[in-house]
Nanobody, 115 residues
Framework: QVQLVESGGGLVEPGGSLRLSCAAS????????MGWYRQAPGKQRDVVAT???????SYADSVKGRFTISRDNAKNTVYLQINSLKPEDTAVYYC?????????WGQGTQVTVSS
């Protein structure tokens, strides 16, 4: 059974930083593409960043230069370092993967950017 558990969200002031973590189980982690998505209130869930098993990375244009995705295959964990946070980054952030053709999501972690 695939499980994804996010952590690291919180309330931060504009310009601050956070590191989100997503611990995965139930897959051969090193072979899987992992993604971070976010969903703001009243908006659709959008991709933020993805990283393949061999380390190929892509970012949404809106976060390039501020967000960094990385993975530690020994810990079955994917990270999202978020810097220079803006109020418009406020959202629930979700971890995502696809395994044997099925899409899995974590429960999400709330990031709120406010002074």
């Amino acid at each position: 059974q695939v499980q994804l558990v996010e952590s690291g969200g919180g309330l931060v002031e504009p310009g601050g930083s956070l590191r989100l973590s997503c611990a995965a189980s139930g897959t051969i982690f090193r072979m899987t593409t992992m993604g971070w998505y976010r969903q703001a209130p009243g908006k659709q869930r959008d991709v933020v960043a993805t990283i393949t098993g061999d380390g190929t990375i892509s970012y949404a244009d809106s976060v390039k230069g501020r967000f960094t995705i990385s993975r530690d295959n020994a810990k079955n964990t994917v990270y999202l370092q978020i810097n220079s946070l803006k109020p418009e980054d406020t959202a629930v952030y979700y971890c995502n993967t696809t395994w044997w053709g099925r899409v899995y999501w974590g429960q999400g972690t709330q990031v709120t950017v406010s002074s």
